[in-house]
């Protein structure tokens, strides 16, 4: 059964940082491509950033890029997502989710997600 | 970047009705890579569709998918009461992976 666990959601102020996990099992990890999807509360779904298996190739949305870094260990099944200089729009549920292909970025498993609140 | 627009935000409905969402795109999705997400509350995306018209492993056949270019859909056939929910376009064809702002489908 795959499984997807996120860690590491708090409070912070505007201007800080925080390092979001997420633990998977259940599946062959280095062979998929994984994301962060965020949701704001009471509105919809923003895709945050992606990483390929191998972790060579990283990807992220225009509202982060500069400040957020995605990265992986395989060795330890997890994905993480480095956040700095958190702004008070950040504000969100950060959801990981897996590809359902290698090189495709849509979701077949989600975690439950991870709140972060950006508040002074 | 790919504007995915909704129709309509909200679907009134009764149980046994069938339901029709709309997925707009600004520009053509390249190759129909298409997917459609369900959400309930408090709960995380449930994947449902991709490629525009393949159901996910699970998903009941009371759900299809369809179009291509810029216009898509999802069809429910006959809704069941674990159906209302609201529901996401999203395309992978084109980074930024962009998704629609949501359809709620509610009990009438």
């Known amino acids: 059964e795959v499984q997807l666990l996120e860690s590491g959601g708090d409070l912070v102020q505007p201007g800080g940082s925080l390092r979001l996990s997420c633990a998977a099992s259940?599946?062959?990890?280095?062979?998929?491509?994984m994301s962060w999807v965020r949701q704001t509360p009471g509105k919809g779904l923003e895709w945050v950033s992606s990483?390929?298996?191998?972790?060579?190739?990283?990807n992220f949305a225009d509202s982060v890029r500069g400040r957020f870094t995605i990265s992986r260990d395989n060795s330890k099944n997890t994905v993480y997502l480095e956040m700095n200089n958190l702004r008070v729009e950040d504000t969100a549920i950060y959801y990981c989710?897996?590809?359902?292909?290698?090189?495709?970025?849509?979701?077949?498993?989600w975690g439950r997600g991870t709140l972060v609140t950006v508040s002074p | 970047e790919i504007v995915l627009t909704q129709s309509p935000d909200t679907l009134s409905l009764s149980q046994g009705e069938k339901g029709i969402l709309s997925c707009r795109a600004s520009?053509?999705?390249?190759?129909?890579?298409l997917a459609w997400y369900q959400q309930k509350p408090g709960q995380a995306p449930r994947f449902l569709m991709f490629?525009?018209?393949s159901r996910a492993t699970g998903i009941p056949d009371r759900f299809s998918g369809g179009g291509s270019g810029t216009n898509f859909s999802l069809i429910i056939s006959r809704l069941e009461p674990e159906d209302f929910a609201t529901y996401y376009c999203?395309?992978?064809?084109?980074?930024?992976?962009?998704f629609g702002q949501g359809t709620k489908v509610e009990i009438k």
């Open positions: 490629g525009a018209s």
């Open positions: 989710a897996k590809s359902r292909l290698s090189n495709l970025f849509h979701f077949d498993y």
């Open positions: 259940g599946f062959s990890f280095s062979t998929y491509a």
């Open positions: 520009q053509s999705v390249p190759m129909n890579y």
């Open positions: 999203q395309q992978y064809g084109s980074s930024p992976w962009t």
């Open positions: 990483i390929t298996g191998t972790g060579t190739k990283t």
